[in-house]
């Protein structure tokens, strides 16, 4: 049996902590260390793909942390389950989970069934939430970028002459923003309605 490791080393992380993944890795006997310099948004690993590829049956991937693979609970699943088709063992550090040993399967399946759990209760907060919102006459999703009162607004600067990209700097948005609302029907007739207490309907034409 080979014990190979894998550290995953965060942007965040500093010195002392990307010390420790591989002092611990050292410190357990492993024979080969894989090292990825991962951001929070960077998904391609290459090091751990090679690392995964190069386990043969009897071997034992070893980390520091469960974290260390990735933060994706399918994705960890996945993993999980193509190394115990492989025979390849699963060893974390920090969780003394060794899936070598039934002891070690069974923990490993405890965290995994415990994991799934805690992320479908953020989905179902997540759905209440949007549900809670809908009676409430919110609409789920990104809002509206500009207002009616900023759409007439910057229609009235693009009839006095304005260019897209001053009128964006103005108001906040993007210059797509704005040539989407000039391409529309709405660059034709903007309504704004209730802006003040004595104004119920106001037109601006082009």
């Known amino acids: 049996m080979t014990l190979l490791g894998y550290a995953r080393i965060s942007t965040s992380d500093g010195r002392q902590i990307t010390d420790r993944q591989l002092d611990a890795l050292t410190e357990a006997g492993c024979e080969r260390i894989w090292t990825d310099q991962a951001s929070g948004t960077k998904s391609s690993r290459p090091e751990l793909d090679a690392h ?3 386990a043969r049956e009897g071997d034992t991937v070893c980390v520091l942390g469960l974290d260390r693979l990735g933060r994706d609970v ?6 999980s389950d193509e190394l115990r088709e492989r025979g390849v063992h699963l060893r974390i550090l920090q969780l003394g989970v060794d899936t070598s040993t039934p002891a070690g399967k069974l923990l490993f399946t405890l965290v ?6 805690e992320v479908e209760v953020l989905r179902q907060r997540v759905r209440e939430g949007l549900a809670a919102a809908k009676l409430r006459g919110r609409v789920g999703g990104r809002p509206p ?3 009616l009162a900023a759409k007439a607004q910057a229609v009235r600067m693009r009839g006095e002459g304005l260019m897209t990209a001053e009128i964006a700097s103005v108001l906040g948005c993007s210059d797509r923003t704005l040539r989407r609302l000039f391409a529309s029907r709405e660059t034709t007739t903007v309504v704004v309605r209730k802006l003040t207490p004595s104004v119920a309907s106001m037109e601006v034409e082009l």
């Not at 399918?74 to 993993?79: E, P, R």
């Open 52 to 54: 995964l590829a190069y």
């Open 112 to 117: 995994g069934a415990i994991t799934e759990m």
């Open 145 to 147: 970028s500009l207002t």
């Open 74 to 79: 399918g994705q960890l699943l996945a993993w």
